[in-house]
């Protein structure tokens, strides 16, 4: 019997602790801003730059190289001419879409 009040007792005291644990970080938590932060602002900017400037160059030239190799090799199919089109739209007009959806949903 003593051993069943002494394992009451702990459940009690464990139960305890995760009450004033719950209550402490009610008390320490503060509002969250969204927004207000610049941390990643030079990273985005670089790679904004980048994807928008030689960076999607090169990535849409690289998908046209595939294609003309894939040409070379004797299996045509539409893919191979729609997929560096689609890459060079994206990495010209993709890069500020991105962008202005995600400052607006934030």
């Known amino acids: 019997m003593q051993s ?9 005291l ?4 995760f009450a004033i644990l719950a209550f402490a970080l009610l008390l320490m938590v503060g509002p969250a801003l ?8 030079t990273a985005e900017s670089t790679f904004t730059g980048f994807l928008e400037g030689s960076g999607g160059r090169i990535i849409t030239i690289l998908s046209l190289v595939g294609g003309v190799v894939g040409l070379a090799s004797g299996r045509f199919s539409l893919g191979q001419i729609a997929i560096p089109v689609g890459v060079g739209v994206g990495a010209g007009t993709g890069v500020p879409i991105v ?8």
């Not at 069943?4 to 009690?12: N, S, T």
């Not at 464990?14 to 602790?17: E, K, M, R």
């Open 34 to 41: 969204a927004g207000a932060d610049n941390t990643f602002n």
């Open 14 to 17: 464990v139960a305890l602790g």
């Open 4 to 12: 069943v009040l002494k394992q009451a007792g702990r459940v009690e």
């Open 99 to 106: 962008t202005s959806t995600v400052t607006a949903t934030i």
